[in-house]
């Protein structure tokens, strides 16, 4: 059984309302982590900054504004299925990006098929490797928060 799923989309990065540019960002979601799902950013001349948060999180944000605290995921038009604007914050860091919804939907669409939403827990070995999980994520966090202060 494949493991994981992965795509590569466009995004723009909104810099300021006059200034964007396009740069390429991974999503991977890997079913030993069956909740998360994984962006990398690949910004010009800096290393790839990856963020972890919620599969249902990215899923609910594509349809309405949601997330609490350092990500925060709305559809630039709530009445029609055309783009995302994603949020990210560290402090009192943000950037903001848009992608086109389609991509998203796609990608969520085949983690789906790979673990559906709702069937997590009943992966046999995903209680046995979420402390080991957990760890991982706190330090690629704890990583990211270096980077930003340095």
Known sequence: ????????????????EELAFRIPVELRYDARDPYAVRLTFHLPGDAPVTWAFGRELLLDGINRPCGDGDVHIAPTDPGALCDVHIRLQVGGDRALFRAGAAPLVAFLDRTDRLVPLGQERSLGDFEETLDEELCRILAEAQQQ??????
């Open 1 to 16: 059984m494949r493991e994981s799923v992965q795509a590569e989309v466009m995004m723009s990065f909104l810099v300021s």
């Open 145 to 150: 928060n270096e980077q930003s202060a340095g």
